[in-house]
């Protein structure tokens, strides 16, 4: 499921000129602006009102940038990005509770946004 994201992800124009092909799991690979992800929990099943049963998955995507304005864009084109991911398995996408940070000792920002997808 989320290997079709990322791949969408890669082809979305303004989120890959932002960050190019830095999109991966639990840490950046390479320095630069990234996106990077992990699943923080995988609801089970529920069933509304007899309709067929829904699953949420929820994720948590991090932007990385040196500058506050590019690493709110990267969090703007990603937070587009999955908006209009398109899949015949997902009902829809919920991104929630933008959180900025800023790594002295690095000297990097970072926007942690977490991410519901909700599928059949």
């Known amino acids: ?9 890669l082809g979305y124009a303004s989120l890959a ?3 190019g092909t830095n999109v991966s799991p639990f840490i950046r690979i390479k320095k630069g602006n990234a996106v990077t992800y992990h ?3 995988d609801n089970e099943d529920i ?3 007899l309709s067929p049963d829904i699953h949420r998955s929820d994720y948590q995507f991090d932007c990385w940038a040196k500058e506050y304005n590019t690493v709110k864009n990267i969090e703007k084109e990603l937070t587009a990005a ?4 398109q899949n015949i398995d997902f ?3 919920i991104a929630r509770s933008p959180q900025d940070s800023y790594d002295e000792k690095t000297k990097v920002f970072r926007v942690i946004l977490q991410v519901s997808l909700t599928r059949r």
């Open 91 to 93: 009902q829809f996408v």
């Open 82 to 85: 999955l908006r209009h991911y």
């Open 39 to 41: 699943q923080i929990d």
């Open 17 to 19: 000129a932002l960050v």
């Open 47 to 49: 069933n509304l009102d």
């Open 1 to 9: 499921m989320i290997d079709s994201i990322v791949q969408y992800l």
